[in-house]
């Protein structure tokens, strides 16, 4: 953008994933009169999101001088504030042969070829933005704010088993963990047989080639933040697949990067750790707990491992209030989801 570097981009598609997901929008300082375009764009609400027809609009205004209608929208976590556009919004002196008022429209004018170019140069990444506006699901239904305890849907209740330690464990591990299938905390259960289908589940098969059994009550969502990216949403659970070919380097280094890199409200990390899962190698957890938007608890699993020799990278990832995160429903739904997953051939 503006900035000259990403907002979420965190090195790797895995990281830049969680960070897109989890982490407001930096403020870009120097976005000046395009703030309000920016923001819009990036609105994470879909129902929110500035459309193509008001960037235009904004942007057009925005070189022709004009001052900017009153915001319809506020920056996430902020009331509405005027764009303060100055250069766009002062009017011409009435005497330019006064010397103070001809320095004036010179400055004007200085500061005006300044917003243009920036205009300029921002457009056609306004226009890859616009792309991703068109890639991120446009409706949201029930699940909009699933894992933010904003769903209408029934809620899962909580069960007695203890949440894990409040204390952050020391250093993120490079030593596997057995019985990964499950993840941390979860409440042991008798492994599925191949091609087994529990009762209220069924079985999600991915145009891309992957399959995952999931319960019924959590739909299907589309695409996330970019094509290959699958959201399924439901009882305040809030699932995501992601993938890329060929797959990096090491799952265990990413979220390290990531761990080390979060900025996420009230971040604490549960583990970061190789574990061992179903015979794929480069396969690691990072389990972490922070604050959504509207200031519920929530507790994420994000489990990254390689498939096929190197082919694919997936990252498997739950996301749902610390307060149901032991509750039968929940637990279930993520050891179905870790033991029935299939790869693309």
């Given at each position: 953008m503006v900035e000259g570097v990403p907002p979420y981009d965190r090195g790797s598609a895995l990281a830049t994933l969680t960070a897109v997901m989890t982490e407001e929008l930096p403020p870009p300082p120097h976005a000046g009169p395009l703030l309000p375009v920016i923001e819009g764009l990036l609105e994470k609400d879909p129902a929110k999101r500035m459309g193509a027809d008001e960037a235009r609009e904004l942007l057009q205004r925005i070189v022709a001088g004009k001052a900017l209608p009153e915001p319809k929208r506020a920056a996430a976590g902020k009331p509405a504030e005027p764009v303060a556009a100055?250069?766009?919004?002062r009017a011409l002196p009435a005497d330019p042969a006064a010397g103070a008022d001809?320095?004036?429209?010179?400055?004007?004018?200085?500061s005006r070829r300044r917003t243009l170019l920036t205009v300029a140069a921002v457009v056609a990444v306004l226009a890859l933005v616009a792309a991703l506006v068109v890639l991120w699901p446009a409706e949201k239904?029930?699940?909009a704010?699933?894992?933010?305890g904003g769903s209408t849907a029934a809620p899962v209740q909580p069960s007695p088993s203890p949440s894990p330690s409040a204390s952050p464990s020391a250093s993120p591990s490079a030593s596997p963990s057995a019985g990964a299938s499950a993840g941390a905390g979860e409440q042991p259960g008798p492994?599925?047989?191949p091609g087994q289908v529990p009762d209220g589940y069924r079985v999600y098969k991915d145009p891309s080639g992957f399959s995952i059994t999931l319960p019924e009550w959590m739909s299907d969502k589309g695409a996330d933040y970019r094509s290959t990216s699958r959201q399924f949403e439901g009882n305040g659970l809030?699932?995501?697949?992601?993938?890329?070919?060929?797959?990096?380097?090491?799952?265990?280094?990413?979220?390290?990067?990531?761990?080390?890199?979060?900025?996420?409200?009230?971040?604490?990390?549960?583990?970061v750790e190789s574990v061992a899962y179903r015979g794929w190698s480069n396969a690691a957890d990072w389990e972490w707990t922070y604050s959504g938007k509207t200031g519920t608890l929530l507790h994420s699993l994000n489990r990254g491992f390689v498939t096929g020799d190197g082919k694919y990278g997936y990252a498997i990832y739950w996301t749902m209030p610390e307060a149901v995160w032991s509750a039968p429903d929940g637990s279930l739904a993520r050891r179905i989801s870790f033991e029935s997953f299939q790869p693309a051939p």
């Amino acid at each position: 953008m503006v900035e000259g570097v990403p907002p979420y981009d965190r090195g790797s598609a895995l990281a830049t994933l969680t960070a897109v997901m989890t982490e407001e929008l930096p403020p870009p300082p120097h976005a000046g009169p395009l703030l309000p375009v920016i923001e819009g764009l990036l609105e994470k609400d879909p129902a929110k999101r500035m459309g193509a027809d008001e960037a235009r609009e904004l942007l057009q205004r925005i070189v022709a001088g004009k001052a900017l209608p009153e915001p319809k929208r506020a920056a996430a976590g902020k009331p509405a504030e005027p764009v303060a556009a100055e250069t766009a919004t002062r009017a011409l002196p009435a005497d330019p042969a006064a010397g103070a008022d001809t320095a004036v429209v010179q400055r004007a004018g200085a500061s005006r070829r300044r917003t243009l170019l920036t205009v300029a140069a921002v457009v056609a990444v306004l226009a890859l933005v616009a792309a991703l506006v068109v890639l991120w699901p446009a409706e949201k239904g029930d699940g909009a704010n699933a894992a933010d305890g904003g769903s209408t849907a029934a809620p899962v209740q909580p069960s007695p088993s203890p949440s894990p330690s409040a204390s952050p464990s020391a250093s993120p591990s490079a030593s596997p963990s057995a019985g990964a299938s499950a993840g941390a905390g979860e409440q042991p259960g008798p492994a599925l047989t191949p091609g087994q289908v529990p009762d209220g589940y069924r079985v999600y098969k991915d145009p891309s080639g992957f399959s995952i059994t999931l319960p019924e009550w959590m739909s299907d969502k589309g695409a996330d933040y970019r094509s290959t990216s699958r959201q399924f949403e439901g009882n305040g659970l809030r699932l995501v697949i992601d993938w890329q070919s060929p797959a990096g380097d090491s799952a265990l280094k990413d979220w390290q990067a990531s761990d080390r890199s979060a900025t996420m409200k009230d971040y604490r990390r549960i583990r970061v750790e190789s574990v061992a899962y179903r015979g794929w190698s480069n396969a690691a957890d990072w389990e972490w707990t922070y604050s959504g938007k509207t200031g519920t608890l929530l507790h994420s699993l994000n489990r990254g491992f390689v498939t096929g020799d190197g082919k694919y990278g997936y990252a498997i990832y739950w996301t749902m209030p610390e307060a149901v995160w032991s509750a039968p429903d929940g637990s279930l739904a993520r050891r179905i989801s870790f033991e029935s997953f299939q790869p693309a051939p």
